[in-house]
């Protein structure tokens, strides 16, 4: 399917304003397995024809793994950049699939003068719903046993734990919880940069360790809603080699199937 | 030599209040150490957060036998401090039971809820020794917790233990004295349980039954003021600790980590070479944290709060998995180190003589700081409110910034963030493949 996609830069050419910001990330940009997520997301906003852009060529990196790996000072020269690149532009509301850069964006940028209105795509997703914009079938996924993994930076972080559930709920899955779930919920092994490094000797991986958990209540799909989690929970299950069995898609991505004729 | 008893009582009492609060001092001082932060705004809302979680225990739930025999053990520390009211001025008057004239019928509903208090104690302390020494809650056992820190924990069951009965014993004798008409022994009703331990001291003389009555209320009120002098060197600073821990804790997102706004001129300088800027702020001497002077207060009065109760461990996936990080050992470290540099402070006259020693390395390997993954579940299972990913992070800085000595790949990680804007080798030219796909 063709995604109708315009960058801030053509727009403003234009004189063209947008309601919303789509903060893709570098996940969602680069990773094979996350740019489903991000075509998935913007199919969703394709088909109810919201008015957004993306930033493109000029979105870098939010500094969130630099800082959690120590370094402020690439953190603050990421921020900066991207602070000047959005203001430039006037934006006042982004929206994200990724939630690092929801939480770097939301919570850390404001002190470097950035001050946004930021949502998680699971919380937009859900607005819009609430706001009647978007319907859900619940056709495909009925009855379908799907149990959800808190991403530390959406629920601990910022103590979003519903929304995600209310989307899978609204597609009428059998939402089934983990026995540690939300504030309780076990990392993925990620976050904290942990993502672009071997972990420290130990005697398990802590996504065999999560994907376990999440295997103890016998998923038929494990729903994710940041790109890194999808990433550590696939890798768990191939480790766990239930892969054919069980599948790993971001709230975004059941949405978008959902919809599919 | 009438007043002797008074006398020795109020030197006792005058020299424990004293060792009491120059440690108190010492510590403050100690707390002192560390970087200022504001954390005095919003009091409303803290007073509220110190009001449930310290005196409300409102994050103990989660296991509710054990919250319940905690709140027991703890309404119980409050409401004795009561009837320590009464036994100071007993002791400082020569008096016995000063109170009890004055309250009538309502002294006796006191002193009952007392020891129904403290019998609940005993069973709830007998339940913590279970679990620590006969079911082994593998919590209680981690490196860290070899040597004092079991001790300590076992020492504490053991002094409540010993309270507890000295208070009922203490009642018995009273009663049976009461009975006996001897005076100055008031008459109170019957007290709900220590009139059961009535029958080992009954076949005692009178003169034997008012010796061993003064010798348990002696020891009560001696065992009170060495647990006061205790709490210095024990887990157990909590008791008094949590409140402020609580008041002072973090009220923004536990995902907001600290933005260090002194560079932010400099990084403006970079970022627009030759355009004007004014710099207004000075950069830190030293990024990051090697050692207990570099943390800021916050986390020293953490240290000092830490119960060692290992809920943080528990749920970190890191130590779950076996790595060498545990969030509660990095507290306790931080205590230790700290401890270390008070002495040597008292030592040298309140001069801090370079021990050649820090936090970072002599205490706290990088091992154990790169293991975290950040994920918060220290900072949300802590009952009073601690944060050790604060550490951890601050001490990553120092790592990174001052040393280079990140991972290597998380070098290479940052030199792409620094070439391509992003965590991998791909062109920022490629960010819209996506669309295409
Ligand atoms: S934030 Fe770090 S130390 Fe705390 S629980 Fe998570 S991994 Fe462990
Ligand atoms: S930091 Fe908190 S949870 Fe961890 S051991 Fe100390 S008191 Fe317990």
């Excluded at chain 1, 930033?55 to 991207?82: H, I, S, V, Y």
Aim: net charge neutral; hydrophobic share 40%; charged share 25%.
């Amino acid at each position: 399917m063709k995604l109708n996609v315009h960058t801030l830069s053509d727009l403003n050419a234009e004189g063209k304003k947008v309601d919303i910001v789509f903060w893709v990330g570098c996940s969602g940009s680069f990773d094979d397995r996350a740019k489903k997520i991000t075509r998935a997301f913007v199919k969703i906003l394709n088909q109810i024809k919201i008015n957004f852009a993306v930033l493109g060529t000029e979105e870098t990196c939010t500094g969130d793994p630099a800082k959690r790996a120590g370094n402020e000072f690439l953190f603050q020269m990421q921020a900066l950049q991207n602070i000047g690149n959005l203001d430039k532009y006037g934006v006042k509301k982004i929206v994200t699939t990724c939630p690092h850069c929801f939480n770097t964006l939301k919570n850390e940028y404001p002190e470097l003068g950035g001050n946004y209105k930021v949502f998680h795509h699971t919380q937009y997703l859900k607005d819009l719903i609430d706001q009647g914009l978007l319907t859900l079938s619940g056709k495909k996924y009925k009855g379908k046993k799907i149990t959800f993994h808190d991403p530390c930076y959406l629920g601990r972080a910022n103590k979003v734990y519903e929304a995600p559930r209310e989307l899978i709920k609204k597609l009428s899955g059998d939402l089934v919880e983990m026995k540690s779930c939300k504030s309780k919920a076990l990392c993925c092994g990620a976050g904290g940069a942990q993502m672009f490094k071997d972990a420290e000797k130990g005697n398990k991986e802590i996504n065999i360790e999560r994907t376990e958990q999440a295997l103890e209540v016998k998923p038929e799909i494990i729903a994710a809603a940041c790109p890194f989690c999808n990433t550590m929970m696939s890798d768990g299950i191939k480790n766990k080699e239930v892969d054919r069995k069980i599948k790993i898609y971001d709230v975004a991505e059941l949405i978008a199937n959902a919809k599919d004729p | 030599m009438a007043y002797l008893p008074n006398l020795l009582f109020l030197s006792l009492l005058i020299v424990s209040l004293y060792i009491f609060f120059r440690n108190l001092k010492k510590i403050k001082r100690n707390i002192g150490l560390g970087r200022y932060v504001n954390r005095n705004n919003n009091s409303n809302a803290r007073l509220k957060n110190m009001l449930r979680v310290a005196f409300g225990q409102s994050k103990m739930g989660s296991r509710p036998v054990a919250a319940i025999l905690h709140f027991i053990v703890y309404v119980g520390f409050i409401l004795i401090n009561i009837e320590l009211l009464e036994i100071i001025l007993d002791g400082i008057l020569g008096r016995h039971r000063i109170f009890a004239p004055f309250l009538g019928v309502i002294y006796d509903y006191l002193i009952s809820i007392f020891e129904i208090l403290a019998f609940l104690v005993l069973i709830a302390v007998f339940f913590f020794w279970t679990r620590r020494n006969v079911v082994r809650l593998k919590r209680f056992f981690s490196p860290e917790t070899i040597g004092w820190p079991t001790l300590d924990a076992n020492n504490i069951i053991y002094f409540e233990v010993v309270l507890m009965f000295l208070f009922l014993f203490m009642n018995a004798t009273d009663m049976l004295l009461q009975d006996a008409n001897v005076d100055s022994y008031v008459k109170t009703g019957i007290f709900p349980i220590s009139q059961f331990l009535k029958p080992l001291f009954i076949d005692l003389s009178i003169d034997n039954l008012i010796f061993f009555e003064r010798v348990f209320w002696w020891l009560h009120i001696t065992g009170i003021l060495i647990f006061l002098n205790y709490l210095y060197y024990s887990k157990h600073l909590h008791i008094l600790l949590a409140f402020p821990n609580t008041y002072y804790a973090n009220l923004e997102s536990n995902g907001k980590f600290d933005v260090d706004s002194s560079i932010k001129d400099e990084v403006q300088l970079i970022l627009n070479p030759g355009k004007e800027i004014n710099v207004e702020t000075t950069p830190p001497d030293k990024f990051g944290a090697t050692d207990i002077f570099d943390l800021n207060w916050i986390q020293l009065m953490n240290a000092y709060s830490c119960t060692e109760c290992g809920r943080c461990s528990n749920v970190c996936p890191a130590n779950l998995t076996g790595k060498k990080l545990s969030p509660r050992a990095i507290m306790m470290k931080t205590r230790d180190r700290l401890e270390e540099v008070s002495k040597n402070l008292d030592k040298n006259n309140g001069n801090f003589i370079n021990d050649n020693k820090q936090l970072l390395n002599d205490y706290i390997s990088p091992e154990e700081l790169w293991a975290c993954t950040s994920c918060n579940a220290c900072v949300e299972e802590c009952p009073i409110e601690i944060n050790p990913l604060s550490i951890i992070m601050d001490m990553r800085k120092y790592l990174t910034l001052e040393k280079s000595a990140a991972p290597a790949e998380l070098n290479l990680m940052m030199n792409n963030i620094e070439n391509n804007g992003a965590p991998w080798p791909f062109s920022n030219q490629d960010r819209l493949e996506w669309v295409e796909e």
